[in-house]
């Protein structure tokens, strides 16, 4: 039997931090669904197709990855999926109370799901979505952190982006 897992998130957009965790991922697992969560609570910065297409596009070499998309509840999602292992990266110490949270919380709601961590590359210690918005909407350049299909869509997204950062 196949081992499966799920890799779960924002994706807002993705990140090479997250493409390091995919990677790893298969390296241990055969496939990787990686499930982009639909949160409306969130400001997103792309639009859910807009995030499953870079991902499609960023992974395109490997055919282990699934991707798809859920709304509501995790634990419910690989509950109807049949999938038993969550994996999530960590970075620093302050990822780690908020992923605490929702390790119990998935374990409460779904009992057969175990979350793993791995430790995010080092060369990706300080990158994560929320700063690459951060810079990239100020139009400052994130080329070498995002696979380059999210340079394209920022260029294409954003003005100030594209006036600053030609190639
Ligand atoms: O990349 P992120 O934003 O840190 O990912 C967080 C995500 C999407 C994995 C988490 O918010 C989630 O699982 N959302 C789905 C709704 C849910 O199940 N919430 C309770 C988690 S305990």
Partial sequence: MSKLAIYPGSFDPITNGHINIIERSLLIFDKLVVAVAINASKNALFTLEERVAMIKEATRNNPNVIIDSF????ADYVA?????????????LS???YEFQMTFMNRKLNRHVET???????RWFYVNS???KEVAVAGGSVKGLVPDVVCE?????YPRYRERNNS
């Fill in 71 to 74: 709304e509501g509840l995790l």
């Fill in 116 to 122: 793993i961590f791995m430790m995010t590359g080092l």
């Fill in 130 to 132: 929320r700063i690459i």
């Fill in 80 to 92: 109807e999926k049949e999938i038993n292992v969550i994996v999530r990266g960590l970075r620093a």
């Fill in 153 to 157: 869509r920022l260029r294409e997204k």
């Fill in 95 to 97: 990822d780690f109370e």
